[in-house]
């Protein structure tokens, strides 16, 4: 794969697809700003060689043109943040988007309207892909997050470009993903979380391979409290995992890994900040009540098998942490990564919940590496070749 590292841009116009899939609030208001930051240094890159950059992205799953899934929405913190005006131009393809780049000077930045808005980009389709083709003499790929997806502007378009070249988000993720998967320092610890099983069973067996220890916490633990004869109440449960999940850890024990499992959780009688609580053993919820946290002795737990790890992947929160009452667990275990990455570990933070939460305490900087993948950095993981990927050694 060819990055960008050794190529030189001046007089050039790079199509680049970027991953500006990044969460708005009612106002539009962009409130994670990981994956703009991400994209930088590329851009500045293509900048300073003397070329310019054609930026392309989607924005949410919109079904066909919807003004509230509009890139313009991004234009102002997009500029902040790369310290150029990003130029916009209401259009993905065609006669005003060709003008647009027409009209590009070294050294500026142009954004098209959001690729989702035809549905020849989910698609994949060829002839949408040569549109877009048209819009750059080099394509350059930094949508780490968006990788594992065969769609036109990731992956079929490379097709029409003789320079495809990886940029340095997409090189750094590589990088960063195979410090774990090709075996850290030891003792290496996963902490695995979210709501299902079914989700992490394929990273979790790649895991058995290189962890120490891996910790389940979140929704998917009451699947294996349940599994083991517990009481969980009105705990998520995927029934169908039950075998399955008793067999895992029967693998666990042959492979000499540790899986570490709550001591206790934090029960709620609603899905809400202001219902009741209490805190019970594992396995012993009454019926009525449901898990929604891990409690104070888990989070001890779970901190100090963090804290004496040399390598920490971390993917997945450990209660239903977009609700304060039940985000304890989940803030508790950001703040034993931090101290872990501080004491010297390398510590991987997968996307989605877990790195937002990285993000919302102000930790990013003080962990090893925030992922901008979250779909895309678990199939990566879990060993599945990513069509963007391929698509620039093709
Ligand atoms: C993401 O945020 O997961 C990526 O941007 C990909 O978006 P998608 O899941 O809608 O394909
Ligand atoms: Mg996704």
New binding site residues.
């Given amino acids: 794969m060819k990055t960008i590292k050794d190529f030189n841009f001046q007089g050039k116009k790079a199509l680049v697809r970027v991953?500006f899939?990044v969460p708005l609030d009612a106002d539009f208001n962009v409130t994670d700003t990981t994956r703009l930051k991400a994209a930088k240094p590329t851009i500045i890159k293509i900048l300073e060689d003397g070329g310019s950059a054609v930026l392309m992205s989607?924005l949410g799953?919109p079904k066909g043109v919807d003004a509230q899934f509009s890139l313009k929405h991004i234009v102002k913190t997009a500029s902040e943040i790369l310290g150029v005006e990003v130029k916009f131009v209401p259009a993905t393809v065609g006669a005003e988007a060709e003008a647009a780049v027409a009209a590009l000077e070294p050294g500026e930045v142009l954004l098209l309207e959001n690729l989702r808005f035809f549905a020849e980009e989910t698609k994949g389709d060829l002839a949408f892909s040569e549109q877009l083709s048209k819009l750059g003499d080099v394509y350059v790929n930094d949508a780490f997050?968006?990788a594992h997806?065969a769609h036109a502007s990731t992956t079929i378009v490379a097709q029409f470009f003789q320079d495809k070249l990886a940029g340095f988000v997409i090189e750094a993720e590589l990088v960063n993903a195979d410090k774990v998967l090709k075996g850290g320092v030891k003792p290496v610890t996963a902490i695995m979380g979210g709501a299902k099983v079914s989700d992490k069973i394929l990273i979790i067996e790649k895991l058995l391979d290189v962890a120490d220890n891996i910790i389940i916490g979140g929704g998917m633990s009451y699947t294996f409290a349940k599994a083991e004869g517990g009481s969980i109440g009105n705990s998520l449960c995927q029934n169908d995992l039950l075998d399955y999940v008793l067999e895992l850890e029967a693998k666990a024990k042959a492979k000499g890994v540790k899986l570490i499992f709550p001591i206790d959780n934090l029960l709620g009688d609603a899905f809400s900040n202001d219902a009741n609580t209490q805190v019970v053993l594992r396995g012993q919820i009454p019926d009525g009540w449901e898990g929604f946290d891990i409690g104070p002795q888990t989070i001890e737990l779970f901190s100090k098998i963090i804290k004496e790890s040399k390598t920490v992947i971390w993917n997945g929160p450990m209660g239903v942490s977009e609700i304060p009452l039940y985000a304890t667990g989940t803030i508790e275990v950001a703040k034993a990564v931090k101290e872990a990455t501080e004491g010297g570990a390398f510590s991987l933070i997968g996307g989605g919940d877990s790195a937002a939460a990285i993000n919302n305490l102000g930790f990013g900087d003080d962990v090893s590496y925030v992922s901008t993948g979250?779909?895309?950095l678990l199939e990566y993981m879990e060993g599945k070749e990513l069509p963007g990927i391929a698509a620039l050694r093709a």
Avoid: L, S
């Fill in positions: 991953d899939n989607h799953r997050g968006t997806r979250g779909g895309a």
